[in-house]
């Protein structure tokens, strides 16, 4: 069975940083590109960052860009995603989700349950 | 980036009913088009991708349609496990963009 777990997540003040994990299970995780997506709990989905299966390509919304840097530890099974300078627009539930093969994957699925990150003073 | 807006929001419907939503792009994105499904407490979850495909396991009373910039997801008989919300994704260009959700209650 296909599982991504998520970790990380928690409360952290304005300007802070975080690192969010996710471990994978039930497939070769080398095969797929992987993404994170976020949540604000009742509201919609933001498409936060992707990164091939190689970690050679990496891409970023802009409102991460320069923040916010994805990577990747095949020999580890993980997904990773350093957070900095976080604002309170970044509070939202973080789901890392497999994707295809594409350079930055376009599809996501399955998704994990996600690590709730909230910042606040 | 790309706007998806999808209609209506909401939608009240009876069990085997059939509903259909809809989701406009603000240009052409071709057939690069997916649809996930999220019930409440649950991570989304893929039902069909490039427009029409249906992702393993998803019921074929799931289908989609459309091109460039206007699609549609029907559902021909809903069935109680379908009342959730509904979001489609541009999967044209990055960044990659999200509806903001359909929810589908049962009326």
């Known amino acids: 069975e296909v599982q991504l777990v998520e970790s990380g997540g928690g409360v952290v003040r304005p300007g802070g940083s975080l690192r969010l994990s996710c471990a994978a299970s039930g497939f070769t995780f080398d095969d797929f590109g992987m993404s994170w997506v976020r949540q604000v709990p009742g509201k919609g989905l933001e498409w936060v960052s992707g990164?091939?299966?190689?970690?050679?390509?990496?891409d970023y919304a802009d409102s991460v860009k320069g923040r916010f840097t994805i990577s990747r530890d095949n020999a580890k099974n993980s997904l990773y995603l350093q957070m900095s300078s976080l604002t309170a627009e970044d509070t939202a539930l973080y789901h890392c989700?497999?994707?295809?093969?594409?350079?930055?994957?376009?599809?996501?699925?399955?998704w994990g349950q996600g690590t709730l990150v909230t910042v606040s003073s | 980036d790309i706007l998806m807006t999808q209609s209506p929001s909401s939608l009240s419907a009876s069990v085997g009913d059939r509903v259909t939503i809809t989701c406009r792009a603000s240009q052409s994105i071709s057939s690069f088009l997916n649809w996930y499904q999220q019930r409440p407490g649950k991570a989304p979850k893929l039902l069909i991708y490039?427009?029409?495909r249906w992702q393993s396991g998803v019921p074929s009373r799931f289908s989609g349609s459309g091109s460039g910039t206007d699609f549609t997801l029907t559902i021909s008989s809903l069935q109680p496990e379908d009342f959730a919300t509904y979001f489609c994704q541009q999967s044209y260009s990055i960044p990659y963009t999200f509806g903001q959700g359909t929810k589908l209650e049962i009326k």
């Open positions: 990164i091939n299966w190689n970690g050679e390509n990496t």
């Open positions: 490039d427009v029409s």
């Open positions: 989700a497999r994707g295809g093969s594409s350079p930055i994957p376009n599809w996501f699925d399955p």
